[in-house]
């Protein structure tokens, strides 16, 4: 049975952290988001801070936001195009695979050879179009299993939610047909919806437990068509998380809605201190 503090407190998210964000696929963007060589992507998700980036050759890694000197950020923007990534608080630099490559001499590493000075980097997996990291080790992770095709990469807008990740979510889910055709939840994190000859994906970006993004990725289309979308769906949620801190839960009218809150009842069980 979920709580108002499940939504509206910190344990919650910090079990979410440990038990559902640390142990399952991610997504972090569209491909087409970071499309060129030396592109990259910063974000933070599920309270991790990750960099996506593409390096010369074309191969994406997902990298840590945290320099192996004193873990200040690497990344500061939101999105760009570099050669190396450089700490702008005491100059380590890494190439675009996260390997340390130099420093100043005052803060150099005794061993600049040690794999310990290198950003730390996470499985990769790409799908339909989209980049997913993990935390987990690869092979200790439930598969991916998006097995759609989907039209060309169009464009991406941004929605800056005030409402735990959960509130969006739910919102996502209400009112789905069981058996919907054009409409598909892919834990935790993902939904993708047809629109004719579109296909729209919805990510969700868990920043902390009452700051979500929300990321409408269009293929076969361009996004911004879809900025009223995003803003009504930013003014609903906004409003069911106040729903949700006064204590009004969402009831599971769709078998959607109710494998979410099991799974999420699975995840809580690990974590005695949450619901």
Same mark, same amino acid.
């Given at each position: ?16 952290? #440990? ?15 970071? $499309? ?9 998700? !599920?309270?991790?801070?990750?960099? *996506?980036?593409?390096?010369? &050759? ?22 760009? %195009? ?8 005491? $100059? ?17 590493? &005794? ?50 939610? *005030? ?27 993902? &939904?993708?919806?047809?629109? !004719? ?10 920043? %902390?437990?009452?700051?979500? #993004?929300?990321? %409408?990725?269009?293929? $076969? $289309? ?27 839960? &969402? ?15 699975? *995840?809580?069980?690990?974590?005695? %201190?949450?619901?």
């Amino acid at each position: 049975m979920m709580k108002a503090e499940d939504y509206s407190q910190g344990e919650a998210f910090q079990a979410e952290k #440990r038990t559902i964000f640390s142990t399952a696929w991610l997504p972090v963007c569209a491909a087409g988001q970071i $499309g060129q060589a030396e592109d990259f992507l910063s974000a933070t998700v !599920g309270g991790w801070g990750v960099v *996506a980036v593409r390096d010369k &050759a074309g191969t994406i890694s997902v990298l840590r936001n945290a320099c192996r000197h004193q873990n200040m950020p690497v990344v500061g923007v939101p999105s760009g %195009t570099c050669e190396t990534f450089r700490c702008r608080f005491h $100059g380590w630099t890494y190439d675009l695979a996260g390997k340390f490559v130099t420093a100043p001499a005052p803060v150099a590493p &005794a061993d600049a050879r040690s794999p310990e000075v290198n950003l730390v980097s996470f499985a990769v997996a790409q799908e339909a179009g989209l980049v997913f990291f993990t935390l987990a080790e690869a092979e200790k992770v439930l598969p991916l299993t998006l097995d759609v095709a989907l039209p060309p990469y169009g464009s991406t807008i941004s929605t800056d939610i *005030a409402c735990n990740w959960k509130v969006l979510v739910e919102h996502l889910l209400l009112g789905q047909p069981d058996e919907a055709r054009d409409f598909a939840w892919h834990w935790p994190l993902l &939904a993708l919806r047809r629109a !004719g000859a579109l296909a729209i994906v919805e990510q969700v970006v868990p920043h %902390t437990f009452l700051r979500t #993004r929300l990321l %409408t990725h269009v293929f $076969g $289309g361009r996004a911004e068509e879809h900025k009223p979308s995003g803003d009504m769906i930013k003014q609903a949620c906004e409003h069911l998380q106040a729903d949700r801190s006064a204590g009004t839960m &969402a009831i599971d009218d769709n078998a959607l809605l109710a494998d979410f809150h099991r799974q999420l009842g699975a *995840a809580y069980a690990e974590s005695p %201190t949450t619901t």
